[in-house]
């Protein structure tokens, strides 16, 4: 069985974030950020969740301190919304916001699939073909949040071989957005990025077709804007620590 190795230190987000250097390396290990960005990208905690400071602190066994560094590198890659006197929530986009995002999405990453057609080098196909086989697996284990976050991963790396620095961090921060678009808005039963559409991406990429990928791409892109419905679903809540699948009995 195939799977795509993952450093612990990496994510969509907290890989370009823009932080202050000197708290670039605090906020790589900071447990609430890595803990509470995995599981928005997985979506085992919804939009709009109150995040409460003495709760994470109890979750992760950490100071308050850290906690609010946690939640501000959260709020800075726009996945947590701060309110002063109202504290921390997971950032619930309306439906403009939304719209700009996949929008936004649907202008650079066809453009950015076009430009990795172009400069794919062989282990590039290599990567991208282990990131699609760990997706559908996680699909095949109805593992939907993993298989998510993973074919965010899969968008990223795209826009890394396209070598685009500035364009491929606004990409990052738009796939990771996405996770809470998709969770609120989705409408279609059906994968969310297909394994099919995957493997054709990687077939005209590695075929150098410039033209194919970008079509490929745009299309992709459309398909999932259009499954996305503004009539917003009450969401089942559950506590934070099940959310967060972790076990505080031990």
């Known amino acids: 069985m195939y799977s795509i190795v993952e450093p612990s230190n990496m994510s969509i987000t907290h890989k370009k974030t823009e932080f202050p250097q000197s708290t670039r390396a605090d906020v790589l290990q900071n447990p609430v950020f890595v803990g509470i960005e995995q599981a928005i990208l997985?979506?085992?905690?919804?939009?709009?969740?109150?995040?409460?400071?003495?709760?994470?602190?109890?979750v992760y066994g950490v100071s308050r301190t850290i906690v609010r560094a946690g939640l501000q590198a959260l709020s800075q890659a726009h996945l947590v919304t701060l309110r002063p006197n109202r504290g921390a929530s997971v950032a619930n986009p309306s439906p403009r916001e939304a719209r700009e995002v996949f929008e936004a999405r649907e202008l650079l990453e066809p453009r950015s699939a076009r430009e990795a057609a172009l400069n794919a080098k062989p282990k590039d196909i290599a990567d991208l073909r282990l990131h699609a086989l760990a997706e559908h697996e996680a699909m095949q284990e109805n593992a939907s949040g993993r298989a998510l976050?993973?074919?965010?991963?899969?968008?990223?790396?795209?826009?890394?071989?396209?070598?685009?620095?500035?364009?491929?961090?606004?990409?990052?921060?738009?796939?990771?957005?996405?996770?809470?678009?998709?969770?609120?808005?989705w409408t279609k039963s059906s994968t969310r990025c297909d394994e099919g559409c995957h493997n054709a991406l990687i077939d005209a990429i590695e075929r150098h077709d410039a033209d194919e990928a970008e079509d490929l791409m745009r299309s992709h892109l459309v398909d999932i804007h259009s499954a996305l419905s503004f009539g917003v679903a009450d969401k089942e809540h559950k506590t934070l620590k099940d959310m967060l699948g972790i076990d505080l009995s031990n």
Request: charged share 25%; net charge negative.
């Open 42 to 58: 997985e979506q085992r905690i919804p939009p709009g969740m109150r995040l409460a400071e003495n709760d994470l602190g109890d």
């Open 149 to 185: 976050r993973l074919s965010g991963l899969f968008h990223v790396k795209i826009a890394e071989i396209a070598n685009q620095k500035t364009i491929a961090e606004f990409i990052e921060s738009l796939v990771s957005r996405s996770s809470l678009i998709i969770a609120l808005y």
